[in-house]
């Protein structure tokens, strides 16, 4: 099949059916519908960029398992080369869309069961290894896009999966048959489900002997029956479906909620069935692939709030302004804090025993708690540079309208020899890149919530090996 053209993948979607709703209707045309088509043009990106000559050499490589060139969005890394790639291609990618891609939580999930699969097949005997490998032939061999279902909806979130007042609240098998599985439960948050060919499902949390039926995890195409997307809603998202003053003109981003209303998962979909102590290993190593990728791509994002910043000031007439200069190299060394975070974690990356490769936690944790904090600080910064009109620009419908359309644009000109339009367009801009709470609010929350950050930071670190430095240096032999 080889590498799909954005064309290409586009059009594949448009043979696929989901049942999926949007503000209390029924959908019918997903590619075509332009809320849904910006987010589907922010993954179209991934394979755009693998066919331009500058970015080629990045996006494709050889995947060893099919012996054809592969966007690097299905290829599992499996050399150092290949973690650090992983993070310049979510740069690279969210630099030219400003927005999330929503094609790194596939490619997150299919590094995370290239390790787990194996390790355990190891312990049990099992083919669950055997039916990833199929499924990543399969994805590589057609150049797919997959979305990571992780986040359950959880219910009381001090109660186990099997403590739930009503057991649907974490994802489970409800039927086991000869040709595989029946399973319920729903998935929050699912970023560009319906930009995928498939839904891969992985736990959301460690589980205990009593959570067997909720240690699963399988694959299955974005129109099974009895799935069911609903887009949620993101602050400017009808600016899309209304066409007017939408801002980042080509891409955006949507996250449905995801109902599993009895789906059928035939066995050799399936990649884990009630193993439940390797269920924290899977969200620890999807989680900890998932705050990386984070971090490529956001500061990604930093990178366009710099250039929107920047040219704000050159149609403001502030760009001799030494305190923004300021602020825009603290926009800078966030984004480079943030990326060389990143990088450093895929340098310490250590081979596991399947011959895929690991990131390193700690590091891969540390700068998603950078960008938590810090991205919300590029934001404001961004914004005091731009000026208040991020806030309240008039719509472009007030631009055109004749009575005062050209009183508007006398009132908004800025510096002489910049069309006052490009002064419009920029704030709208802004205000999108501060404010589409689908990508924002993804900084805090994306890949689990700050405080599991910590958790896994404190969890992954030796301890032990700074206490023992500390003693030796008091002169304390214990
Ligand atoms: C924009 C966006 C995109 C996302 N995309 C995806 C995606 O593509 N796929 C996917 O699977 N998920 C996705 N997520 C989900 C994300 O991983 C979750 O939002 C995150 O794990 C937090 O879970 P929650 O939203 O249920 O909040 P909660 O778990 O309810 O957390 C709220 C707060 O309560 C705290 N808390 C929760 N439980 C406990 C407890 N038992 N004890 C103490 N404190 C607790 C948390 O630390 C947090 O501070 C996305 C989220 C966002 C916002």
Redesign the pocket.
Known sequence: MGLKTKEEYIESLRALKPTAYMFGQRLTNIVDNPRLRAGIEATGATYELAHMPEYRDLMVTVSPLINEEVNRFTLPPSSIEDLVARVKINRKVANYVATCHQRC?GLDCLSTLAIVTYDIDQKYGTSYNKNFIEFLKYMQKNDLTA?????DV?GD??LAPHEQPDKDMFLHVVEKRDDGIVVRGA?????GSLSSHEIIVLPTRAMGKNDKDYAVSFAIPSDTEGLIHVVGRSTLDMREIDGCDIGNIYYSKY?PTLIFNDVFVPWNRVFMCGETEFASEMVIKFSSFHRQSHGGCKSGKIDCMIGTALTLMDYNGTSKAGHLKQKVIDMIHRAETLYGCCLASSYEGKKQPSGNYFIDTVLANASKIHEGKELAEAIRLMVDVCGGFVADLPSDRDFSNPEIGGLLKKYLKGVDGVPVENRIKMYRLAEKLALES?DT??DI????????HRVTIFRETDIESKKKAAKRLAGIKD
Request: glycine content about 16%; charged content about 15%; aromatic content about 0%.
């Open positions: 939580t979305n990571a279902g992780v986040t959880k979130r001090s998935k929050a948050h699912q970023t996250c689908a609010i993804s929350h994306g890949g689990g919530s700050p405080e599991a």
